[in-house]
């Protein structure tokens, strides 16, 4: 007897299995079973690499029916997703998307629906695999930029670390000019008599950047 199995791969927190099944039923499909994939990348890990991944490949067959959000739920690597779903359909498996509720399967034998079919699948796997690189470089730059408004708040980082201000303190101390110190410890004069001026602040921009 031919079923209907939803996959999901749930990756991040606001994508719930939950959220995923009741849509899909929603939109109409009766689900008979759920498989899912739970904080797994869909770019660097192959729908044949996931735990649950591998379990759907070996139970469906011939006549049922897999039923997935969009086709970024089968992954979101070009080579993979089309793949995945040309084998699927070799098998005999029809291939559902929830979103705008696309069908891709095995069943035309005429060359040109069959190259339609197969643009298609190409251009939504492409289309996959772009957002989930966009998302990525969304990510860094705002990570870049979230490290340069902290670098922006903590200051330029000292040129100096605490054993080095210990020996400028000590030297200072004793009453050394500005030239010895900066010669013993390799630093500028204009920073020695920066410290000189204000040991307080010296310790502070240490402690900014955890040195």
């Known amino acids: 007897m031919s079923k209907t199995v939803l996959y999901a791969r749930v990756s991040t927190v606001d994508q719930t299995l939950d959220h995923q099944k009741a849509h899909a039923e929603a939109a109409g499909f009766a689900i008979d079973e759920v498989v899912a994939d739970h904080g797994v990348s869909g770019v660097t890990t192959t729908l044949a690499e996931r735990p649950e991944g591998r379990r759907l490949r070996d139970m469906l067959r011939k006549g049922d029916t897999l039923v997935v959000r969009w086709v970024d739920r089968l992954g979101r ?53 772009a957002q989930a ?33 210990a020996t400028v303190l000590d030297m200072l101390g004793q009453n050394a000019g500005a030239s010895a110190i900066a010669k013993a410890t390799g630093l500028t004069r204009q920073t020695i008599l920066r410290i000189k001026d204000e040991p307080v602040t010296a310790e502070k921009a240490l402690a900014a950047w955890g040195m």
């Open 133 to 165: 690189e966009a998302t990525k470089e969304a990510q860094r730059a705002g990570i870049d930029a979230a490290r340069a408004k902290e670098d922006r708040y903590r200051g330029r980082k000292p040129s100096y670390n605490r054993a080095t201000l």
């Open 77 to 129: 690597n070009y080579q993979d997703v089309c793949d995945s779903i040309r084998e699927f359909m070799r098998r005999g498996v029809v291939i559902r998307t929830v979103i705008n509720n696309m069908t891709f399967d095995g069943a035309t034998k005429d060359p040109m629906q069959q190259a339609v079919r197969d643009a298609l699948i190409a251009f939504m796997a492409a289309t996959a695999q």
